[in-house]
């Protein structure tokens, strides 16, 4: 056990350790007791069934979901190119000595941080198209993912950018900087290295956060999925091969910031 494990628990003694053992042995004996249930459930149901899965071997099939992953990618990318410039923006505004900007700009994080993601695609699916405001599906979409990512993004610089020594800020002012000189060129470059992991799991929330297509009717992965369950009555089947694209995708995300984190680490 690390010092640094050593710190916040006792290493556990012989009787400690003999029951971890057992506890880990008969968790996971029941788990796979629970997944050999669930496979018979299936088997007794039809669903895994070889006519259930050999469709997704076909390339139409294949194509029709790549289609959807590029969607979701798609609404990722550009969410993520919105969300987090202006989350940094509105996290530096928070921290500057004006008092109405500090003051709108908490309101901003205070209330958009509180609606559900929901709700602002109701507001932009139904709201605003009866005052004559109408955008193309992909914008109805990214927004209100937009709108409900930059609070929590300007949270994570906030986070980053207070700790922080305050010795660099005044170091790069006694130089002759702005403030907004000083935190653009010295103390946010030195805070995102430290925020990555946090910024990518912003980013896997945002991925996540464009399943919502549906209610737009935008074709995102999970909406193609669900097409294609009912058009070929493989619902089951249709979710999983669709929750494993998700996971292949987010367990990519989290090995590129493995990877930028010890090439940081040196």
Not at 31 to 44: E, H, N, S, T, W
Not at 52 to 68: A, N, T, V
Not at 79 to 98: E, K, M, Q, T
Request: net charge positive; charged share 15%; proline share 5%.
């Amino acid at each position: 056990m690390s010092d640094e494990s050593r710190l916040l628990f006792d290493e556990p003694g012989p009787r400690a350790r003999r029951r971890i053992r057992i506890a880990t042995g008969a968790s996971l004996v029941a788990i796979a007791g629970l997944l050999a249930l669930v496979l018979r459930q299936f088997a007794d149901h039809g669903q895994l069934a070889a006519d259930q899965w050999s469709m997704y071997g076909k390339w139409p099939i294949i194509r029709f979901l790549l289609d959807g992953i590029e969607k979701t990618l798609l609404v990722t990318v550009v969410g993520a190119a919105i969300a987090f410039p202006l989350g940094a923006l509105v996290a530096l505004v928070r921290l500057s000595r004006s008092r109405v900007a500090r003051a709108l700009a908490r309101g901003y994080v205070e209330l958009f941080r509180a609606v559900p993601l929901l709700l602002l695609l109701y507001v932009f699916l139904f709201a605003l198209p009866r005052a004559g405001l109408t955008f193309p599906i992909f914008w109805q979409l990214l927004i209100p993912i937009a709108l409900s990512n930059v609070p929590v993004v300007a949270e994570v610089f906030r986070a980053g950018v207070l700790a922080q020594p305050r010795g660099q800020a005044e170091a790069a002012q006694s130089l002759g900087m702005t403030y907004w000189q000083a935190m653009r060129w010295v103390v946010l470059p030195q805070a995102v290295r430290k925020l990555l992991p946090a910024l990518v799991s912003q980013l896997v929330r945002l991925l996540k956060d464009s399943s919502l297509g549906y209610v737009v009717s935008y074709l995102e992965l999970l909406h193609q999925t669900q097409v294609l369950g009912e058009y070929y009555h493989t619902v089951l089947s249709s979710y999983l091969v669709g929750a494993a694209c998700y996971v292949l995708i987010n367990a990519s995300l989290s090995w590129l910031a493995g990877r930028l984190e010890r090439r940081q680490r040196g």
